[in-house]
T-cell receptor, first 114, second 112 residues
Framework: GAVVSQHPSRVICKSGTSVKIECRSL??????MFWYRQFPKQSLMLMAT?????????EQGVEKDKFLINHASLTLSTLTVTSAHPEDSSFYIC??????????FGPGTRLTVL | DAKTTQPPSMDCAEGRAANLPCNHS???????VYWYRQIHSQGPQYIIH???NNETNEMASLIITEDRKSSTLILPHATLRDTAVYYC?????????????FGTGTSLTVIP
């Protein structure tokens, strides 16, 4: 149980385009999901907390207009990187939080912006 | 949430116990200690968590000192597949959002 998927697993895009990453909880409902970013050889950095049916809460220094988060259902949250640039290239990881349980993480999405 | 400190790297011989320490001297009474690990280019995997009592599951054991200022994750018989970065995280429950703030973790290398 407690499986979280992400799609796509890898994406390469041109600078200036937008990329959408999906995070799904496959066998449980999650009112809260989280988005992290990880640069090479660094730890995970929390970007935002996504609550179903409400606006996401962004960590300090994360541009909400650049990283659009939508949590429209109890099993799906999406992260859209708008007008992506090479510096946005990173490993993006989501997690989902079942009720009275801990966070379960997705496998990650490798974004490369050319 | 408590700041945690871990050694940056450790080696362990295959088949031996791996003991990974974590200091969390600022931990408060309602903060749990969580352990996750991340194998290269994958999402973190939950291992175990505890409040003040020692805990054991099919993956590992967690030993928390009586003063709760430190803990040790024990992998009883390390295998090559246990090579990963191990993160110790302090989290107060209940809290406002259950956010995890990852430190730098310990890179464990299991040696054949």
């Amino acid at each position: 149980g407690a499986v979280v998927s992400q799609h796509p697993s890898r994406v390469i895009c041109k600078s200036g385009t937008s990329v959408k990453i999906e995070c799904r909880s496959l066998d449980f409902q999650a009112t809260t999901m989280f988005w992290y970013r990880q640069f090479p050889k660094q730890s995970l950095m929390l970007m935002a907390t996504s609550n179903e049916g409400s606006k996401a809460t962004y960590e300090q220094g994360v541009e909400k207009d650049k990283f659009l988060i939508n949590h429209a259902s109890l099993t799906l949250s999406t992260l859209t990187v708008t007008s992506a640039h090479p510096e946005d290239s990173s490993f993006y990881i989501c997690s989902a939080l079942p009720v009275r349980d801990t966070q379960y993480f997705g496998p990650g999405t490798r974004l490369t912006v050319l | 949430d408590a700041k945690t400190t871990q050694p940056p790297s450790m080696d362990c011989a295959e088949g031996r116990a791996a003991n990974l320490p974590c200091n969390h001297s600022t931990i408060s009474g309602n903060e749990y200690v969580y352990w996750y690990r991340q194998i290269h280019s994958q999402g973190p995997q939950y291992i175990i968590h505890g409040l003040k009592n020692n805990e054991t599951n099919e993956m590992a054991s967690l030993i928390i000192t009586e003063d709760r200022k430190s803990s040790t994750l024990i992998l009883p018989h390390a295998t090559l597949r246990d090579t990963a970065v191990y993160y110790c995280i302090g989290l107060a429950l209940p809290n406002t959002g259950n956010q995890f703030y990852f430190g730098t973790g310990t890179s464990l290398t299991v040696i054949p």
